[in-house]
């Protein structure tokens, strides 16, 4: 019998996951079905309860419904409690379990598929909203020495407090970057979709820097200016790979090959 899956969200005509979960399904066998479901944005929990009804085992929850989804989970993982978000529901009898895939999905791109190790590197991640909340811990997790910065500086330090007990984490504004540089550069930001430039100092980028813009589809202000002071780029397709992968293994116990799915993404 075909077990079914599905994204949660609004819009969501636009979303790659069901394709991404589709080769998943038949790269390993897996006998599901996977759809897209626009909720209305005052009915996700009457959503979720209609598709528990209709026996679904689970579904991807994105914009603007982590919130709502971490809410409604009966039981959370450690990384949904650091994020304070979910993207990922798993429906065990009367449970939910809440996971958010993220960080992981953005540490496993950035270590496997770009060949970076993030341990012992210095990471700048930008931005203190609900995107840099949800990949700090695997960031953490992995061995980075990590500073948040955001225009608000005391939103950053906020992030920062909040998990300086799992490792080296510090925040600051924009302004106290002069002189310093970094490894890795990711930004959890929403610039890109206002095309709004970011303010970095030219010295920022280490040598052989990575800048990663969690965003995907296009070059952001960010991108472009990183492309200009000589660091490696890439944007989070990637990432939405790999944190798909994540959910496909807490769902089926079976971790599909990422990499023929983001070539054949990164193709079409």
Avoid at 95 to 102: M, V
Wanted: aromatic residues 8%; negative net charge.
């Amino acid at each position: 019998m075909t077990d079914q899956y599905a994204v949660i969200g609004n819009p969501i005509s636009h979303s790659k996951s069901p394709p991404i979960h589709r080769m998943f399904a038949e790269q390993t066998g897996q006998d599901i079905s996977y759809e897209a479901i626009e909720s209305p944005l005052d009915g996700f929990a009457a959503t979720i309860e209609r598709l528990r009804a209709a026996g679904y085992e689970g579904c991807n929850v994105t914009v603007p419904f982590k919130f709502e989804a971490f809410e409604l989970a009966t039981r959370l993982s450690e990384r949904a409690q650091s994020a304070q978000a979910v993207n990922t529901l798993k429906f065990e009898g009367g449970a939910i379990l809440g996971d958010n895939t993220d960080g992981a999905g953005l540490v496993a791109d950035i270590e496997h598929n770009l060949g970076v190790s993030l341990r012992d590197k210095r990471v700048l991640l930008m931005g203190a909203g609900g995107a840099a909340y949800g990949v700090i811990l695997p960031l953490v997790h992995a061995g980075a020495h990590i500073a948040v910065a955001n225009r608000t500086a005391d939103k950053a330090r906020q992030l920062a407090a909040a998990f300086a007990a799992s490792g080296e984490v510090t925040g600051c504004g924009y302004d106290e970057l002069d002189e310093l540089q970094f490894d890795v550069i990711v930004n959890a930001t929403s610039a890109g979709l206002s095309d709004s430039a970011i303010p970095l100092p030219d010295s920022i980028f280490a040598p052989n820097a990575l800048a990663y813009d969690m965003m995907y589809g296009r070059e952001t202000p960010f991108m472009a200016f990183a492309r200009e002071h000589g660091a490696h780029v890439a944007d989070g397709l990637g990432m939405l790979v790999e944190q798909a992968a994540e959910a496909f293994h807490i769902w089926r116990g079976v971790r599909p090959d990422t990499r023929p799915v983001l070539e054949k993404l990164r193709s079409a």
